[in-house]
C-alpha cells in the first residue's frame, strides 16, 4: 500500500523521472545536517516511516542534477493563510492540506514549457489565488511532502494530508490548461496584495514587474518581510532589523519611511525591541550600506524585462540565504564562512557556494550574495573565550569571534561525583615521580580551566613508557574546553610549517614528541609562548589571530628534546611508572566519560596563590635526565674528563682554547672534531663557569672562571703572589690563537 507521499509522487512524475528529495531540519540552524538532497528515480524514492527533528520535501520539477532541471511539468502553489478558492477541485489535480488555512494545490501539464512561459502562468495564478506564496514562482521549489508530522518553534502538528486526488490527470499543453485563468492581471486585481508587490502589467500573456521604487518598494518590502519567521528574544530581532535598513537603502528608500518600516515590522516581534534600537539598526544600517542608495531600484528600472525579473530574484534569492543562514558569518580576512553556534567553518569559496546552493536549491554566486548583502559579515577573525559577543568592533575593524562554548557539559554522573576526582589525582600522582612534581602539574590543568584564553609561558612534558595512559588528558580536557576547542598534533605536523591545528584552540596534546633539531626546538617555544599566531593551512588563505592554547607533550623517547639543564620553557616529568591492570585504566576511563564535570569543578576551585604562568617552568629532576640524554659526544666526553680529577684545563680559571688544546691531545679521534673554542664555551656556561678579563703578567686576558666574585679576586691575588715569589707565570694554559 502506498503511503501518502508515494502517491503524490506517483501523480506528479514519471517511474524514470528523477526526483529531488530534500530533508531539511526543522530547527533550520544551517549546520550541514540541515539540507540533505537525494537524488533518485521517482518509482525508488526511499523515505523514513517518521522524522524525529527534520521534515522531507519534494521538487516539484523532474532534475538532471540538484542544479538544473530535465523539464518543466508540474506547478503548485502554497496558499498560507487563507481558505481554498472555490475553483481548487475544479481545477487542481492534488491537494494537499494541512489545516483550514494552509494549503498546497498542485497543477499537471504538458511537457515542453518554457521557463518564460511557466513565470508568466505562476503570476497570474498566485495573483487569482488568495494566500498564495508570491514570493516563490519558480520552476525548482520545493514542497512539504504530506503524511509527516509538521514542527515549527516548538509546535507539533499533523503535517499535510492528501484532501483531493483527481482520478485521471489530463497533461494537456499549459495554455489550454490554464485557459480559465484571466488573460492579463493588473494592479487592481488583486486588491492589497498589488500593493505588496513590484507593478505588474500585461502584454501578450506575460507579466512584467515594473522598477521597484519608492513608494511602492516600502510595500514590496513589508510584504517580503512578513512572510518571514516571528522573532523573540534571542533569534536575532536587532539582526532582522539591520537588514530591514539595508535593503530599505538598496531600494531608494528614504530613511523616514524605513524607520516607520521598520518600527511595522519590530511590532511583530515576541517582544518588539525598544525603539531606540530600532532606529540604531537603521541609522546605522544607511551609514554603513556599501552599495549607492538606491542601486536595486535604479538597475531594475534602467533594465529590460527579463533582466528585471532576474533582478528581483536574485534579491530574493538574497533574503533566503540571509535567513536560513543568520547564525554564519563571513571572515574576508580569512576568507571562511563560520557557524556561530557550533564552530563549524567553510574555508573556501567553492566550499561555501556549494554548500548554501545545496541548502537553498539555487546555484549561488558568493561574490554576489556579498554585494547584496545577503550574508552578515566581519573583517578579521579572533578568538577570545573571555568576550560574550560575538561580532565585535575594535580600531575601526569588524571582528568576529570564533571561539564557541562547550556544545554540552561535561558529565556529572551522581554515581561518579565522590570517585572521579579521586581517579584523577591519583592517575597525576601515579605518572609524577614527587609531591611537588604532582602540585605543580595539577597547578597547571587548574590555571587552565580556570583562565580559558590565558596562555602559561611553559609547558609540561611527560615522558614515560608506552601504555601508562598520558593520552587520558586529552579525553578529559576534550569533555571540559569541548573537543571543537582542542587538537592533538603529531611532532612531524608540529613543525612541518601548516599551523592549522592550533586555529582556534585551547589546549593542544602532542604524542610522540620526538625532536632533536635546534630549529624544531626553536619553532615549538615559539608555538608555546607567542601570543599571537599567524594560521596556516594547505590550500587556504593565512591569517592571524590570538594564540590561546596551551600544550601538553607526550613522548614514550628518553631523548625526546635536546634540552639543556637552564631550559626554561619545559617542565619536564620523567616517569618511572609501569604499566597498570586493565581494571585501572578502566576506573580512570570511566571516571573521565561520566565525571569529568566534576574534575572540572575540582580544579576550578583549586588554590593557585602558589602558581605563576608567567617566567621559567619549575625545575626537575626529570629536565637534568633529559638534559644529560642530550648531550652530542663532544659535551660527554667533558663531562668526564672534568670529573676525573685534577687537569688544569679543567680548573675554576681557564678559558675555552685551553680546553680545546686539551681535547686535542686527550680526546678519542671521533670526539675531538666536536670540542671547539665554541663548543667548549658553551660548555662551560652551562656548567657554572662565567666569563672573565684579568691581568696575566704584562697580558690582559679572557677566560672563564667558576665561583663568585671574591672567589675570583682571591684566585687573581694568588696568581700575582706565584709569579712574584717564582718568577713564573699562571698555570694556566693559553692558545696562541686564541684569548677567551
Same mark, same amino acid.
Given at each position: 500500500?502506498?503511503?501518502?507521499?508515494? !502517491?503524490?509522487?506517483?501523480?506528479?512524475?514519471?517511474?524514470?523521472?528523477?526526483?529531488?528529495?530534500?530533508?531539511?531540519?526543522?530547527?533550520?540552524?544551517?549546520?550541514?545536517?540541515?539540507a540533505?538532497?537525494?537524488?533518485?528515480?521517482?518509482n525508488?524514492?526511499?523515505?523514513?516511516? %517518521?522524522?524525529?527533528?527534520?521534515?522531507?520535501?519534494?521538487?516539484?520539477?523532474?532534475?538532471?542534477n540538484?542544479?538544473?532541471l530535465?523539464?518543466?511539468?508540474?506547478?503548485?502553489?502554497?496558499?498560507?493563510? %487563507?481558505?481554498?478558492?472555490?475553483?481548487?477541485?475544479?481545477?487542481a489535480?492534488?491537494?494537499?492540506?494541512?489545516?483550514?488555512?494552509?494549503?498546497?494545490?498542485?497543477?499537471?501539464?504538458?511537457?515542453?514549457?518554457t521557463?518564460?512561459?511557466?513565470?508568466?502562468?505562476?503570476?497570474?495564478?498566485?495573483?487569482?489565488?488568495?494566500g498564495?506564496?508570491?514570493?516563490?514562482?519558480?520552476?525548482?521549489?520545493v514542497?512539504?511532502?504530506?503524511?509527516?508530522?509538521?514542527?515549527?518553534?516548538?509546535?507539533?502538528?499533523?503535517?499535510? *494530508?492528501?484532501?483531493?486526488?483527481?482520478?485521471?490527470?489530463?497533461?494537456?499543453?499549459?495554455a489550454?490548461?490554464?485557459?480559465?485563468?484571466?488573460?492579463?492581471?493588473?494592479?487592481a486585481?488583486t486588491?492589497?496584495?498589488?500593493?505588496?508587490?513590484?507593478t505588474?502589467?500585461?502584454?501578450?500573456?506575460?507579466?512584467?514587474? %515594473?522598477?521597484?521604487a519608492?513608494?511602492n518598494?516600502?510595500?514590496?518590502l513589508?510584504?517580503?518581510?512578513?512572510?518571514? +519567521?516571528?522573532?523573540?528574544?534571542?533569534?536575532?530581532?536587532?539582526?532582522?532589523?539591520?537588514f530591514?535598513?539595508?535593503?530599505?537603502?538598496?531600494?531608494?528608500?528614504?530613511?523616514? @519611511?524605513?524607520?516607520?518600516?521598520? /518600527?511595522?515590522?519590530?511590532?511583530?516581534?515576541?517582544p518588539? +525591541?525598544?525603539?531606540?534600537?530600532?532606529?540604531?539598526?537603521?541609522?546605522?544600517?544607511?551609514?554603513?550600506?556599501k552599495?549607492?542608495?538606491?542601486?536595486?531600484?535604479?538597475?531594475?528600472?534602467? /533594465?529590460?524585462?527579463?533582466?528585471?525579473?532576474?533582478e528581483?530574484?536574485?534579491?530574493?534569492?538574497?533574503?533566503?540565504?540571509r535567513?536560513l543562514?543568520?547564525?554564519?558569518?563571513?571572515?574576508?580576512?580569512?576568507?571562511?564562512?563560520?557557524?556561530?553556534?557550533n564552530?563549524?567553518?567553510?574555508?573556501?569559496?567553492?566550499?561555501?557556494? =556549494?554548500?548554501?546552493?545545496?541548502a537553498?536549491?539555487?546555484?549561488?554566486?558568493?561574490?554576489?550574495?556579498?554585494? *547584496?548583502?545577503?550574508?552578515? #559579515?566581519? =573583517?578579521?577573525?579572533?578568538?577570545?573565550?573571555?568576550?560574550?559577543?560575538?561580532?565585535?568592533?575594535?580600531?575601526?575593524?569588524?571582528?568576529?569571534?570564533?571561539?564557541?562554548?562547550?556544545?554540552?557539559?561535561?558529565?556529572?554522573?551522581? /554515581?561518579?561525583?565522590k570517585?572521579?576526582?579521586?581517579?584523577?589525582? +591519583?592517575?597525576?600522582?601515579?605518572?609524577?615521580?614527587?609531591?611537588?612534581?604532582?602540585?605543580?602539574?595539577?597547578?597547571?590543568?587548574?590555571?587552565?580551566v580556570?583562565?580559558?584564553?590565558?596562555?602559561?609561558?611553559w609547558?609540561?612534558l611527560?615522558?614515560?613508557?608506552?601504555?601508562?595512559?598520558?593520552?587520558?588528558?586529552?579525553?578529559?580536557?576534550?569533555?571540559?574546553?569541548?573537543?571543537?576547542?582542542?587538537?592533538?598534533?603529531?611532532?612531524e605536523?608540529?613543525?612541518?610549517?601548516?599551523?592549522?591545528?592550533?586555529a +582556534? !584552540?585551547?589546549f593542544?596534546?602532542?604524542?610522540?614528541?620526538?625532536?632533536?633539531?635546534?630549529?624544531?626546538?626553536?619553532?615549538?617555544k615559539?608555538?608555546?609562548?607567542?601570543?599571537?599566531?599567524?594560521?596556516?593551512?594547505?590550500?587556504?588563505?593565512?591569517?592571524e589571530?590570538?594564540?590561546?592554547?596551551?600544550?601538553?607533550?607526550?613522548?614514550?623517547?628518553?631523548?625526546?628534546?635536546?634540552?639543556?639543564?637552564?631550559?626554561?620553557?619545559?617542565?619536564?616529568?620523567?616517569?618511572r611508572?609501569?604499566?597498570?591492570? !586493565?581494571?585501572?585504566?578502566?576506573?580512570?576511563?570511566?571516571?573521565?566519560?561520566?565525571?569529568?564535570?566534576?574534575?572540572?569543578?575540582?580544579?576550578?576551585?583549586?588554590?593557585?596563590?602558589?602558581?605563576?604562568?608567567?617566567?621559567?617552568a619549575?625545575?626537575?629532576?626529570?629536565?637534568?635526565?633529559l638534559?644529560?640524554?642530550?648531550?652530542?659526544?663532544?659535551?660527554?666526553?667533558?663531562d668526564?674528563?672534568?670529573?676525573?680529577?685534577?687537569?688544569?684545563?679543567?680548573? *675554576?680559571?681557564?678559558?675555552a682554547?685551553?680546553i680545546?688544546? @686539551?681535547?686535542?691531545?686527550?680526546?678519542?679521534?671521533?670526539?675531538?672534531?666536536?670540542?671547539?673554542?665554541?663548543?667548549?664555551?658553551?660548555?662551560?656556561?652551562?656548567?657554572?663557569? #662565567?666569563?672573565?678579563?684579568?691581568?696575566?703578567?704584562?697580558?690582559?686576558?679572557?677566560?672563564?672562571?667558576?665561583?663568585?666574585?671574591?672567589?675570583?679576586?682571591?684566585?687573581?691575588?694568588?696568581?700575582?703572589?706565584?709569579?712574584?715569589?717564582?718568577?713564573?707565570?699562571?698555570?694556566?694554559?693559553?692558545?696562541? #690563537?686564541?684569548?677567551?
Amino acid at each position: 500500500m502506498k503511503t501518502p507521499a508515494q !502517491k503524490l509522487i506517483s501523480a506528479l512524475f514519471d517511474p524514470d523521472d528523477v526526483v529531488n528529495v530534500r530533508v531539511l531540519a526543522n530547527a533550520r540552524t544551517g549546520s550541514p545536517d540541515d539540507a540533505v538532497n537525494t537524488l533518485c528515480p521517482a518509482n525508488d524514492v526511499y523515505l523514513q516511516p %517518521a522524522y524525529a527533528t527534520a521534515f522531507p520535501c519534494v521538487a516539484i520539477n523532474p532534475r538532471k542534477n540538484l542544479k538544473t532541471l530535465s523539464t518543466i511539468k508540474n506547478l503548485a502553489i502554497d496558499i498560507d493563510g %487563507a481558505p481554498l478558492p472555490e475553483w481548487a477541485k475544479e481545477r487542481a489535480d492534488v491537494i494537499c492540506t494541512r489545516d483550514a488555512t494552509h494549503h498546497h494545490l498542485y497543477f499537471c501539464f504538458a511537457e515542453g514549457v518554457t521557463r518564460e512561459e511557466y513565470k508568466a502562468i505562476a503570476a497570474r495564478l498566485i495573483a487569482a489565488t488568495p494566500g498564495a506564496d508570491k514570493a516563490v514562482s519558480d520552476p525548482e521549489r520545493v514542497l512539504r511532502l504530506p503524511g509527516f508530522a509538521y514542527s515549527k518553534k516548538g509546535v507539533t502538528g499533523g503535517g499535510y *494530508r492528501i484532501a483531493f486526488m483527481r482520478k485521471k490527470i489530463e497533461r494537456l499543453p499549459i495554455a489550454e490548461k490554464f485557459a480559465w485563468l484571466p488573460a492579463s492581471v493588473s494592479g487592481a486585481a488583486t486588491g492589497a496584495a498589488s500593493e505588496a508587490a513590484p507593478t505588474a502589467t500585461a502584454n501578450a500573456g506575460t507579466v512584467s514587474p %515594473a522598477p521597484v521604487a519608492a513608494p511602492n518598494a516600502v510595500a514590496y518590502l513589508k510584504n517580503l518581510y512578513a512572510k518571514k +519567521e516571528k522573532l523573540t528574544s534571542g533569534e536575532g530581532r536587532s539582526r532582522r532589523l539591520w537588514f530591514v535598513g539595508i535593503d530599505c537603502h538598496a531600494w531608494g528608500v528614504s530613511l523616514d @519611511d524605513a524607520l516607520k518600516l521598520a /518600527a511595522e515590522i519590530n511590532a511583530g516581534f515576541e517582544p518588539p +525591541e525598544p525603539a531606540q534600537v530600532v532606529a540604531h539598526q537603521i541609522k546605522s544600517a544607511y551609514k554603513y550600506a556599501k552599495g549607492e542608495f538606491g542601486a536595486l531600484a535604479n538597475r531594475a528600472a534602467d /533594465a529590460t524585462e527579463a533582466k528585471r525579473r532576474a533582478e528581483f530574484r536574485a534579491f530574493e534569492r538574497a533574503q533566503k540565504v540571509r535567513d536560513l543562514f543568520a547564525n554564519w558569518v563571513y571572515v574576508h580576512a580569512a576568507a571562511r564562512f563560520c557557524n556561530s553556534e557550533n564552530g563549524y567553518a567553510l574555508a573556501s569559496k567553492e566550499q561555501i557556494e =556549494d554548500y548554501i546552493t545545496s541548502a537553498i536549491g539555487e546555484a549561488v554566486s558568493l561574490r554576489d550574495l556579498l554585494a *547584496r548583502d545577503a550574508l552578515t #559579515r566581519c =573583517d578579521r577573525m579572533e578568538f577570545d573565550p573571555t568576550r560574550e559577543e560575538q561580532v565585535f568592533e575594535r580600531e575601526g575593524l569588524r571582528y568576529f569571534n570564533a571561539y564557541a562554548p562547550p556544545r554540552v557539559p561535561a558529565p556529572r554522573d551522581e /554515581a561518579c561525583k565522590k570517585t572521579a576526582v579521586q581517579a584523577f589525582k +591519583e592517575h597525576v600522582g601515579y605518572l609524577t615521580t614527587s609531591e611537588e612534581e604532582e602540585k605543580h602539574l595539577l597547578d597547571y590543568f587548574a590555571f587552565c580551566v580556570q583562565n580559558k584564553g590565558q596562555k602559561v609561558d611553559w609547558t609540561p612534558l611527560l615522558i614515560s613508557k608506552e601504555g601508562v595512559g598520558k593520552s587520558a588528558f586529552y579525553s578529559l580536557f576534550a569533555k571540559i574546553f569541548g573537543e571543537h576547542n582542542c587538537a592533538t598534533v603529531d611532532a612531524e605536523n608540529l613543525l612541518e610549517g601548516w599551523t592549522d591545528f592550533i586555529a +582556534e !584552540k585551547l589546549f593542544v596534546v602532542s604524542h610522540e614528541v620526538e625532536m632533536t633539531e635546534k630549529q624544531g626546538l626553536k619553532k615549538l617555544k615559539t608555538l608555546i609562548t607567542e601570543k599571537r599566531v599567524r594560521i596556516n593551512a594547505k590550500y587556504e588563505r593565512k591569517y592571524e589571530t590570538t594564540n590561546c592554547a596551551n600544550f601538553l607533550l607526550l613522548s614514550n623517547e628518553a631523548n625526546a628534546l635536546r634540552l639543556s639543564a637552564e631550559s626554561r620553557r619545559f617542565f619536564v616529568v620523567f616517569s618511572r611508572a609501569e604499566p597498570k591492570p !586493565k581494571a585501572y585504566y578502566k576506573t580512570l576511563f570511566d571516571a573521565i566519560e561520566n565525571g569529568a564535570g566534576w574534575i572540572e569543578d575540582y580544579l576550578l576551585a583549586r588554590d593557585l596563590k602558589d602558581f605563576s604562568p608567567h617566567g621559567p617552568a619549575p625545575k626537575t629532576e626529570g629536565l637534568k635526565i633529559l638534559a644529560l640524554a642530550s648531550r652530542g659526544d663532544g659535551a660527554a666526553w667533558l663531562d668526564e674528563r672534568a670529573a676525573s680529577g685534577d687537569v688544569d684545563a679543567f680548573g *675554576r680559571l681557564t678559558t675555552a682554547a685551553a680546553i680545546q688544546q @686539551d681535547a686535542t691531545q686527550y680526546a678519542p679521534q671521533s670526539v675531538m672534531k666536536y670540542v671547539s673554542q665554541r663548543a667548549a664555551a658553551a660548555w662551560l656556561a652551562n656548567n657554572g663557569y #662565567r666569563p672573565v678579563v684579568y691581568r696575566d703578567g704584562v697580558m690582559t686576558r679572557r677566560g672563564w672562571f667558576k665561583g663568585s666574585e671574591a672567589e675570583f679576586q682571591a684566585e687573581l691575588k694568588k696568581m700575582k703572589e706565584t709569579v712574584n715569589k717564582t718568577g713564573n707565570k699562571t698555570g694556566v694554559r693559553h692558545d696562541k #690563537r686564541a684569548n677567551n
